[in-house]
């Protein structure tokens, strides 16, 4: 059997950003850190980070007075800001840069009437907090799709000055299809200057399909709410390669790889590569399988910490 390791894989420069504020408040503040929402969707990364005194809450009326807050790499919204500038946590915002853009996207067209459609999965931590950037106080509105067919259920004036925006961790080919439905309908839409989708999700979804070239089934290492990893799993699908999602080594079956020869392997956006290593050395103790690397676009994105949470 040959490994095959896609390449670019694992962490991307939001994801370590977003843990190394949480370790970082640790280390200055001590424990316990409150964090909203999951920091980053992988379990490993969550149970480490409870473990080192993190305390993980859904909501902010679960956290006590005087408390240092933490938001998710995935963002929050206006309401949950403000509602934790008024009950004077010490914050700070992990929220990736990259959704943060498209905050500021939003913002800008609510501000100016635009009505927004934002393309996203209903329910995802991302999702909620761009849609909560479109403030009660604008003149428009914003609407959630997520599919081609939704475009036409859509009612919004034609006259309407309307804009898009992109969930960041969607699959690149199936927002290419919405644009293009919704440019059809409403000719007069406009987009980011810059695609919404980011950098290491486009490279993560471009390794994946020549990895599905190259291998007879993929496993994909994420957690199952991970978007990312959910969507690398989809593409290698569509490119006819039989695919597994697993949030660690316990997930093997060994039965999945009767009579298979080659298995690719990446990892999701939010998957350590400590994960990737376990899996690749249970399939060497299986099979005696060998290892390769794809070659790919070397990422040297860095994103700079809080200011307070620098040199410590």
Not at 61 to 89: N, Y
């Amino acid at each position: 059997m040959q490994i095959i390791l896609a390449n670019p894989r694992g962490f991307c420069a939001g994801v370590d950003r977003a843990i190394e504020i949480v370790e970082q408040a640790l280390n200055v503040f001590g424990a316990p850190i409150y964090v909203r929402h999951e920091v980053v969707h992988n379990t490993f990364v969550v149970n480490d980070l409870k473990q080192k005194g993190a305390i993980f809450v859904e909501e902010l009326d679960e956290i006590p007075e005087d408390a240092t807050v933490i938001f998710s790499a995935h963002g929050v919204s206006q309401v949950v800001q403000q509602e934790a500038k008024r009950r004077k946590f010490k914050v700070f915002d992990a929220t990736c840069p990259l959704v943060t853009k498209v905050h500021l996207e939003v913002a800008r067209h609510g501000k100016a009437g635009d009505e927004v459609i934002l393309i996203g999965h209903a329910g995802h931590p991302e999702v909620e907090g761009t849609m909560g950037q479109y403030g009660p106080e604008y003149d428009g509105k914003i609407h959630l799709i997520e599919t081609e067919n939704d475009v036409e259920k859509l009612n919004i004036n034609k006259n309407s000055q309307l804009a898009y925006v992109t969930q960041t961790t969607l699959s690149v080919d199936d927002t290419i299809s919405i644009i293009s439905a919704l440019k059809k309908r409403y000719p007069q839409i406009q987009g980011p200057k810059k695609d919404d989708i980011c950098y290491a999700t486009q490279n993560r979804q471009d390794a994946i399909k020549k990895l599905a070239t190259e291998s007879e089934i993929i496993l994909v290492v994420g957690s199952p709410n991970s978007s990312n990893s959910n969507r690398l799993k989809e593409l290698a699908e569509r490119n006819d390669t039989p695919s597994y999602l697993i949030d660690s080594v316990d997930d093997l079956d060994k039965s999945w790889f009767k009579n298979i020869t080659s298995v690719g392997i990446s990892a999701g956006a939010s998957a350590p590569e400590i994960l990737v290593k376990d899996v690749v050395n249970q399939l060497v103790e299986w099979f005696g399988a060998t290892l390769s690397e794809d070659s790919g676009p070397r990422e040297q994105i860095v994103f700079q910490l809080p200011k307070e949470l620098r040199n410590n």
